[in-house]
Nanobody
Framework: QVQLVESGGGLVQAGGSLRLSCAAS????????MGWFRQAPGKEREFVAG????????YYTDSVKGRFTISRDNAKNTVYLQMNILKPEDTGVYYC???????????WGQGTQGTVSS
């Protein structure tokens, strides 16, 4: 069992930045894939970004490429999502997720709200 706790959400104007953090415990953090998902009001949860256990590979949905950066610090059991040039359509609840190296995510945090005003 793994526990994931997100932080760093808030309200920001369009063009601004937010940095999300996710602290993990209860699992060997450095061996697992980590990811960020988001859910906008009235929409399904969608994948935003993922990072391999070593940090050597990163993945992004097309709409955030060039604006968001996922990173991890295995010594601190923490994964980050740096979000720049934010747009109103980036608004939503952002969830941290963890999963085994062979694919999929099986643990989720409670989410943190990110709101971008126009």
């Amino acid at each position: 069992q793994v526990q994931l706790v997100e932080s760093g959400g808030g309200l920001v104007q369009a063009g601004g930045s937010l940095r999300l953090s996710c602290a993990a415990s209860g699992r060997t953090f450095s061996t697992y894939t980590m990811g960020w998902f988001r859910q906008a009001p009235g929409k399904e949860r969608e994948f935003v970004a993922g990072i391999s256990w070593s940090g050597g590979r990163t993945y992004y949905t097309d709409s955030v490429k060039g604006r968001f950066t996922i990173s991890r610090d295995n010594a601190k059991n923490t994964v980050y999502l740096q979000m720049n040039i934010l747009k109103p359509e980036d608004t939503g609840v952002y969830y941290c997720a963890s999963g085994p190296p062979n694919g999929g995510y099986d643990s989720w945090g409670q989410g943190t709200q990110g709101t971008v005003s126009s």
